[in-house]
């Protein structure tokens, strides 16, 4: 089984009727980034009914999980 991962995605979302860009910062648990982007598309285009040509990933960068404590 595949470990899963934690990536935090930033972009925007471009759409038409508003007066700027929506800007996101969200953490995303996957196995790949790929599927992280997936995951994106789907839940920012569920939530903020955009398609997936009007969101923008910035960056994507994988979390690491501090040891210790």
Do not use: W
């Not at 996101?24 to 994106?40: D, L, P, Q, T």
């Amino acid at each position: 089984m595949s470990e899963t991962k934690i990536f935090r995605i930033s972009g925007r979302i471009d759409k038409p009727g508003l007066y700027e860009p929506f800007t996101f910062n969200s953490e995303i648990s996957a196995a790949k980034a790929s599927h992280a982007v997936e995951k994106i598309y789907a839940e920012m285009g569920s939530r903020h009914r955009a398609k997936r040509f009007q969101i923008k990933i910035n960056s994507i960068e994988e979390v690491v999980p501090e040891e210790g404590a």
